[in-house]
Structures are given as C-alpha cells and as structure tokens.
C-alpha cells in the first residue's frame, strides 16, 4: 500500500537539533486537544449546536473537521523549504525551491476556497495565529518551481482533506454557516497542542493509534492550563454564608436559570456584586457558562474587586486562580509561569477573571487574537460593572460586544446605580429586549428570544438621607474660607474627601492645601507611574476605607476613587459633574455603619459630622446661563453635555436633601428627559443639538472601526488599548533618574521593571525618547519631563501655582 503523501511534510521543527514532528501527528495533536476540550465542556458544544442547529455530534465532527486543517498551508514546498534540510530529507532534493515570504495560515485558507468552497470556517481556522491577511497577493511559488512538485502539495492538501471527512464521518465538505466559537478554539487547541509534540518522525503509524495515544497527553496539558475545571457549588449561600441576603440579593431564587441579558439597577454598596456571583454560578451550574469574566472602568476598580472577590473565586472554582486583565497587571501578578497569566488575552480562558473593559473591547477590534479574548467571555458569563461610566464611542464597541454574546448564545450581566432609561434601552436592544418599569430598585432580564422579565425588589435597601449643599466658585476651586472648612473638618477628625475632573485641578487644589496645614493631605490619580500609583491606592483603601481607624484625613482625588472602591467618608465634596457620577460619588459616604454597637466592630464616626453631607462646587448659575459654552470649563471638557450638568445644578440646588434609593430614578430620569424643558434657555437646545450630532458620529466610528478588516495591530502594542476609546491618542511614558536608570529600579529590558516606572500620558504631556522596541518614550526626570509627590505635572500648574 502506498504511503500518503502527507507523511511527506514537517509540520513542526526543534531549533535545538534536527528532530521534526510530520505534520499530520501535529495536526491530530491539536484535534486531540479541541476534542478532549468539547468532551469536558458541555458549554462549548451546547452553545455551537444552537447556533447552527445541527446535534451536538454532527458539531463535533464538523468543528474537528476543521481544526484538523488548520495547518493546511503546510503543505506546500515554501513552507517546507523554512527547513530546507527537512524538505529534502523528507521529499528528496529533485526540486529546488526558492526562499520566500509565506504565510501558511492565509495560503491554506486560499487553497482550499481555489480546490474546494469558499467556507467562513477554513478562514477562523487559517487566522489561528492571530489573524487572516486579507490583504495578501496570493501567488504560486516563484517562476522555475517544478510544476511536478505543486502539483505534489496539491495532492497532499487532497488525500489530507479526504483523510479528514472519512476521520470524521463526513460524506462531504461541511457547508455551515460561520461558527462564532471555531476560531477561538482553534487557535488556543493550536498552542496547547503545540506543547504536547513529541517529535514522531514515523511514517508508518497508525493514525488512529497514535491518536488514542495523544488523548491522554492532551488531557493533562489542558488541565495543567487551568482551563478545565468544574464549579463546586453555587448560589448566595453557598458563597457568602456569613451573611444573609438583602434588597436584590433576595430577588435571586425568582430569577431564570436561562442564557440571556441581565440588567441590574440598584444603589451602591447594596451588594451588586455579590447579586452578580451568586446568579452567574447557578448558569455555570445548569452548564450554561464555563466561568465568569468581570469588566470595570478602570484599572483600580479592577483592582479592588480582584483583591475583594478571591474567597468567592475559591469556593466555586478551588483548583483554578483568579486572573486579573489589564496594561499593568503583569505588575501586579508578576508570575508569568501559568499559562493564563502569559498575557492578557489568555486571562479570559480561565473559570475566573477581572479585567478593565478595554481588554473586553479588544475582542472586536482589528487586533491579533481578537478572536481569543471574545472566545474567553463567550463561553463565560459577561459581566460589566458601572455601566453607566462610559462614553458613546465605548458605547459602540459595548453594543458590539453584547451583541457577540448573543449571536454565540451567552450571558451577561450588566451592573449600575445609575442609568438613564435611553441608555438603559440601547442596551436592551442588543438582545431585542425593551424596559417596561420605572421601578427602583430593578432587575431586568431578556432571554436570548426576546422576552423581557422585571423583578422588582420588595426590601429595599434601607433609607439613606444625605445632606446636599451647594459651594458657588467660578473656578469651581474652594475658596480660601472653604479651604479653611476643609481642613477644619479633617483636624476633628472627620474623613474628608475632594473629588476633582481633572488632575490639574486635583494638583492644585493639593498643594495649595498643603501651604495652609500641618496635617497630612493625601492626593490620588492617575498620572502615577504604575508603582506609585499602586502604593497610594493601597494607602487610600487602608486609611480611608471599610476598616481603617478614621482618626481623620483629607484626601484629594479624582475620579479613580468613583466607584468600586470601599472607600467611606464623613464629609466629600466634589467638582460638577452630571448626576449619575455624583451619586456614584455619593456611594463613598457614610458608606458603612459605624454606630457604638456595630456587629463588624467597625472604628466610629467622628462626632463633628452629624449627617453625611455632599458638597458640590459650582459657578454662579447666572454665570452660566450667560457663558453656557465656558462656565463649567473642565467639568465640561471631560463630561462634554453642557444640558446635563445645568440641569444637574439646578436639580442639586432645589434638593437640600436626597434620599437614596427612591432619588436614583427621579433624579437621572429628570436630568436626562430627551426634550428640552419650557424653563429653559433656548441656547441651550441648541448647544444640546451640536452635542447629540458629536455623540452620534463617535457612535458609528466605533461601530466602523469594529467593522475593518484592515492588517491588525500586534495585541502587545499598547496602542491596541487606545483603539477602545475616542479622544486624544496617550503615550506609555517610562520614567528615568539622572543617571538614566528606571525610577524605581531595575532592568529595562525587564517588562515587569519597566512597568513599574511606566506612567500613561497624552500626547500633548508625553515627552522624551522614542523607543520603538517597546513602544514607549523613555523621559529623563527634571530635564524631559516634572515628576514628584505631584505625580507627572506641567508648567501650567507651576504658572497657577506661583499666581496663586
């Protein structure tokens, strides 16, 4: 019997000595991986099987089917000649071969839509290295190749695709429509199976011997990955079974166990997260997701929800470890021996991860891989926290996103205290839900149908009255007296906390209160290198949050302190901003019970602050009616609508009091009615037509940016991060000492060194030398760029400073 062709081909190589692995045990290598895969996840299967409606086994075969030509593009003299010896070795020197470019996950996706049908599938597969190039010139090999020898690789792609349908069970070459999971699977089967090769240079083999024999490995490789892995209990009990349910949390034994689109509405610190655990661990339960995959805003939410859930992550998932996603968390788990922790878009392929939500977007974006990350929150729960924080460029790549969880039959869940219905609705209809109640709290689900279920919640959290005052300020600064207040407040012991728009003001707010005391005055934000930012985020969470001693304090911050922190203070006071961040805000006050007997035996109030007490600063509302488009200065550059942040002025200086929850709805509803109130200046609705036409074309560039089959950026490159927000371009900025080493020590080379020193900078701020090897500047402290307690600063502030 005559030996196959395909024997006659490498598929991987040692580059320490002369040992190969023929090409098709390289193949059922990764078959054999993506099978074990589908065996232990129902997930995967189930949700393949609803989306092209065949049964699970006809799926099966046919996804295999498929990631068994993944490679296809091996088999050709171009590929084999990138080990010209190994060619010869194994195909005689008869031919001579010319040294070219190839890219054989393209060519093999070409030759089988030239020789067979054109199939969205073979494409997923053939891009398993990080993207099909739609822009490549398909050419034969160069002039003078022997025609006998392209016609052998043409012969060997045939008998291997024959091969293929008798291996599988299939009388002809499947015509499905595109599997939304295959491309994912493949790639990750692709590199796991690559770390099972055993080098079989064998060409007399059995095939499906050698198969049964690769079983096991791929087995224990996919296991020691830490993707295989079984929930061990589920529900709120089961998780937090120190506590006992409240307000929504009690709302869960009413829930569909059903794939869909979950809405939260509840008020902060009313145990959102906790709601979102307990719910996604009963789907996990009913084999509806393989893990759970956490977005937020920013890279401290991310933070401080993965320091708080751990102990929940080892009761569903013992064997497994939370993974955490985002441009510096190679930082902060600098272990990099895990497969799951090697990069970012790996994280998502565990039973439990946390990620800051550009990490999320990335998975619709022209970037290499893109497909890995969609394919980790597709099998897993989605869940996305304050979504009601971005802006309507984010928008468009979220609704991209919900929109891949339905088509990939998944779930998701989205988190707020504060949504505008329009929002709310806009989410909705990514799963063709609608919003039926202006009940708060609420919880809305939307099955992959369509239909759309409300529950709302009897106990309601308990009543929580704030005081609200307004402080008049044109340069919504605090002037000399309300700097006095302050700092009076902070030395009888009060915690008190100054939420700024910007850094700048944040800056200056700081060092002119630092001229004015002796007691410390601590300032937070984002304009830190990575390890001092880190540092100071934990010394905030320490000194101002759930346990600290509250023995008084001032803190100066933006909006990293907004949501997700536990952060509790007595008295915070806040620059405009529209009034679902303040009430986010708001969520950081008089956050915990601290009365003489509380059961946590948590430090108590100072008696100086007898109510919580939130204080905006504002400009002179007839300021504003006269200078709409200057008034609100930087409030209004970083939140752009000009009407909301009147209306919430107005709405703040009609309310001395707010009473949470029942104000949420009121409140945001009002504030973002869609037409214009009699009241109201005409300038106004003017100003607001300018903005929704702005809004609406940032809107369809994200939805075109995620449409472009352009060549992708390298998923490394931090630029592939801007992608995932609109506005001006930042720089990765490495800071250096006089003598040209790393701020905070060690080796630049290092990634994990060069981190630690890196801060994030718009282009207009980032100075220094280009360094094109790692994408970044490197900036010299004193003579490129001004760094101190201040973090990074400009002359600007010095100019203020000075004035002042």
Not at 6 to 26: F, I, T, V
Not at 270 to 279: N, R
Request: aromatic share 10%; charged share 25%.
């Amino acid at each position: 019997m005559t030996t196959p062709l395909y024997y006659q081909y490498w598929g991987k190589a040692s580059k320490e000595d002369n040992s190969y692995h023929l090409l098709p045990y390289h193949c059922l290598d990764v078959v054999a991986v993506a099978d074990i895969w589908l065996q232990r996840s129902s997930v995967l299967l189930n949700q393949i099987s609803q989306q092209i409606n065949l049964s699970k086994e006809e799926c099966k075969s046919i996804v295999l089917f498929f990631v068994a030509l993944h490679d296809l593009g091996k088999f050709d003299a171009r590929f084999q000649n990138f080990v010209p010896k190994l060619r010869i070795k194994l195909q005689g020197d008869d031919y001579e071969v010319d040294n070219e470019k190839y890219s054989h996950g393209s060519y093999g996706y070409y030759y089988f839509s030239e020789e067979y049908v054109d199939s969205d599938n073979m494409k997923a597969v053939a891009g398993h290295h990080g993207f099909y190039d739609e822009s490549i010139r398909f050419m034969a090999p160069d002039a003078g190749a022997d025609e006998e020898l392209i016609e052998m690789d043409k012969q060997a792609r045939r008998e291997w695709i024959e091969f293929c349908l008798d291996w599988f069970n299939l009388d002809e070459i499947p015509q499905v429509e595109n599997v939304t999971m295959l491309a994912g699977l493949c790639s990750v089967s692709d590199w796991v199976g690559s770390s099972i090769t055993n080098f079989t240079q064998d060409p007399n083999l059995d095939l499906k011997k050698y198969y049964q024999e690769t079983l096991p490995r791929a087995q224990q490789a996919l296991e020691e990955t830490g993707m295989l892995t079984a929930i061990q209990g589920a529900g709120f009990d089961y998780l937090f079974s120190h506590y006992l349910p409240r307000g929504i949390q009690c709302v869960l034994p009413k829930l569909p166990i059903e794939t869909g689109l979950t809405i939260v509405e509840s008020d902060t610190g009313s145990g959102k997260t906790e709601f979102a655990l307990a719910y996604a661990s009963f789907l996990i339960e009913k084999g509806l997701a393989d893990g759970i995959v956490f977005g937020l805003p920013t890279q401290a939410t991310a933070n401080g929800l993965f320091d708080r859930i751990g102990d929940a992550a080892n009761k569903l998932f013992p064997d497994n470890t939370v993974t955490l996603a985002h441009s510096k968390s190679k930082y902060l788990i600098p272990d990099e021996n895990g497969f799951l922790h090697q990069s970012s878009k790996r994280a998502f392929l565990g039973s439990m991860s946390v990620a800051t939500v550009d990490q999320i977007l990335m998975g619709v974006l022209g970037i290499k891989h893109q497909f890995v990350r969609s394919f980790g929150t597709r099998k897993s729960i989605l869940i996305l926290d304050e979504i009601h924080s971005f802006n309507a460029y984010m928008y468009g790549l979220i609704e991209k996103v919900l929109k891949g969880q339905h088509e990939a039959y998944s779930s998701v869940i989205l988190l707020s205290a504060t949504l505008p219905n329009q929002l709310k609705q806009q989410l909705l209809d990514s799963y063709q839900g609608e919003a039926l109640s202006d009940a708060y709290p609420l919880i809305t689900h939307v099955n992959l149908s369509g239909k759309t279920t409300e529950f709302k919640v009897q106990q309601k959290s308990e009543e929580k009255v704030i005081q609200n005052k307004v402080w008049i300020s044109s340069s919504q600064l605090p002037n000399e007296e309300q700097c006095q207040q302050l700092i009076d407040w902070a030395e009888s012991g009060a915690m008190v906390g100054v939420i700024c728009n910007t850094v700048h003001d944040a800056q200056l707010i700081y060092a002119q209160l630092s001229q004015k005391t002796d007691i410390d005055i601590d300032l937070f934000h984002a304009r830190y290198t990575t390890q001092d930012r880190r540092d100071r985020e934990n010394y905030v969470v320490n000194k101002y949050g759930k346990n600290a001693p509250r023995k008084g304090g001032l803190l100066i911050a933006t909006q990293v302190i907004e949501q997700s922190l536990d952060l509790d203070f007595d008295v915070l006071v806040s620059q405009i901003a529209p009034i679902e961040f303040l009430m986010q805000r708001m969520g950081r006050l008089w956050r915990h019970n601290r009365s003489l007997d509380n059961a946590e035996n948590l430090a108590t109030r100072t008696t100086t602050i007898k109510h919580a007490l939130f204080i905006t600063l504002c400009p002179d509302i007839k300021d504003v009616e006269q200078h709409f488009q200057t008034a609100y200065a930087g409030s209004a550059y970083v939140y752009k609508n000009i009407r909301v942040l009147y209306r919430t002025q107005k709405y703040l200086e009609s309310n001395k009091q707010l009473s949470f929850p029942d104000c949420y709805r009121i409140a945001i509803n009002h504030i973002h009615y869609e037409e214009s109130y009699s009241e109201e200046p005409d300038e106004l609705a003017e100003i607001m037509a300018k903005y929704n036409d702005e809004q609406e074309g940032v809107y369809y560039s994200a939805k075109m940016i995620s449409n472009q089959h352009s060549r992708p950026l390298n998923d490394v490159d931090p630029r592939s991060a801007l992608l995932t927000r609109d506005g001006e371009m930042s720089q990765a900025v490495v800071l250096l000492n006089s003598e040209g080493g790393l701020l905070h020590g060690g080796d630049y080379q290092e990634q994990q060194d060069r981190e630690k020193s890196t801060v994030s900078l718009s282009n207009k701020q980032a100075k220094g030398k280009k360094d094109t090897d790692y994408f970044c500047l490197k900036a010299i402290i004193g003579s490129d760029i001004l760094y101190n307690e201040l973090g990074v600063f400009d002359e600007k502030l010095q100019q203020d400073l000075e004035h002042d």
